[in-house]
């Protein structure tokens, strides 16, 4: 695999945007009902998404989103 993205930002990115999901979709199916799991799931939503910012805050730190690098002049 020749990529700038390592296999842990991958994972954690699938796996937080596969929380994500679940849980609002959860949290708005049950609110629907009404019931107070609704409440549950909103509350399970908030892991994910601290998940996803902790894993771009990595890539950006690590250099793996954001701009290209300016490239060096080596004059010789």
């Known amino acids: 695999m020749n990529s700038p993205v390592t296999p842990y930002v991958l994972a954690g990115r699938i796996l937080s945007i596969i929380g994500m999901g679940f849980t609002s979709a959860a949290a708005i ?6 019931s107070w799991w609704a409440a549950v799931a909103a509350i399970a939503f ?3 998404f601290l998940l996803i910012v ?4 990595y ?3 690590h250099g793996l989103i954001g701009p290209e690098p300016p490239p060096t002049l080596d004059l010789e």
Do not use: G
Request: aromatic residues 6%; without cysteine; charged residues 20%.
């Open 54 to 57: 902790v894993v771009e805050k």
């Open 46 to 48: 908030v892991p994910f």
């Open 29 to 34: 199916l049950l609110a629907i009902i009404p």
């Open 59 to 61: 890539s950006a730190r």
